[in-house]
Nanobody, 118 residues
Framework: VQLQASGGGLVQPGGALNLSCVAS????????MAWFRQAPGKQRELVAA???????TYTDSVKGRFTISRDIAKKTVYLRMNSLKPEDTAVYYC?????????????WGQGTQVTVSS
């Protein structure tokens, strides 16, 4: 499984970015697809997730500003980030989990840097 993340960059506070994660397999083959982030000196944290049925979940700090979505035909999961704040600065990682014989099998894409600064 390969996950290719893109879309990061430098943006001013209040700006927006749209991250993309293209999977090598059908995204229906995954139980969950998610975006994590890791800021310098901090642990990696879950930002948003979408399960195979389409339900979504967000960490409290991004609720109302970020939206996770998917395009099944393009095997792509997106993270739309609005009203960005300096504290959103981090490396963002795409994640996909597939259960194999009942055991979660996680897959990670390479990170994409998001920097929010004036």
């Amino acid at each position: 499984v390969q996950l290719q993340a893109s879309g990061g960059g430098l943006v001013q506070p209040g700006g927006a970015l749209n991250l993309s994660c293209v999977a090598s397999d059908s995204i229906f083959s995954f139980n969950v697809m998610a975006w994590f982030r890791q800021a310098p000196g901090k642990q990696r944290e879950l930002v948003a997730a979408i399960v195979s049925g389409g339900s979504t979940t967000y960490t409290d700090s991004v609720k109302g500003r970020f939206t996770i979505s998917r395009d099944i035909a393009k095997k792509t999961v997106y993270l739309r980030m609005n009203s960005l704040k300096p504290e959103d600065t981090a490396v963002y990682y795409c994640n996909a989990v597939r259960r194999v014989a009942g055991t979660p099998e996680p897959h990670w894409g390479q990170g994409t840097q998001v920097t929010v600064s004036s």
